[in-house]
């Protein structure tokens, strides 16, 4: 199993491109990750490349922000590449599947998540519930039961 959570602050705006072949939206960025029980002297954050894809990518690029603290969810991949030096390189990084708000929302309250609607929620390329719990249904369809 392959499964990463994490929860820290944006070290800058995510970067969102789209790639040449098909046009597909690609947001990359780095988060912050506080480590519990750093010993003075020892570095006090873990810093993580995040790679989102389509639309949790425009998602990222058009509503995250530096500083703001998100959680990531997703899964650890390691690529290598070759430069036009013939030098080999090695990243690691999280592909997100999924992505939140953590911050508390503007004015108080308890944190949220969001589409980029009005009402706070969680984006994920799954489709969810609306935010009280029920799916929205076409007055034709006719009922599971």
């Known amino acids: 199993m392959n499964k990463v959570i994490l929860m820290g602050r944006l070290t800058k705006d995510p970067d969102l491109r789209y790639t040449s072949g098909n046009n597909t939206a690609v947001a990359s960025f ?10 003075e002297g020892q570095p006090q954050a873990d810093f993580i490349n ?3 894809w389509t639309k949790t990518a ?6 995250f922000t530096k500083g703001m603290q998100v959680v990531v969810v997703g899964r650890l991949q390691t690529r290598t590449w070759d430069d036009n ?14 992505t939140y708000f953590a911050d508390g929302k503007k004015g108080g309250g308890d944190a949220g998540s969001s589409t980029g ?17 029920f799916y929205p249904m076409d007055e034709d369809d006719e009922l599971p039961f």
Request: net charge neutral; charged share 30%; proline share 4%.
């Open 30 to 39: 780095t988060i912050a990750v506080n480590r519990r029980g750093a010993k």
């Open 50 to 52: 995040v790679v989102a």
């Open 58 to 63: 425009e998602f990222c690029g058009k509503y």
């Open 85 to 98: 030096e013939g030098k080999r390189h090695y990243v690691t990084e999280v592909v997100a599947d999924e």
């Open 117 to 133: 609607g009005a009402a706070p929620r969680t984006y994920s390329e799954t489709p969810t519930a609306s935010g009280d719990g």
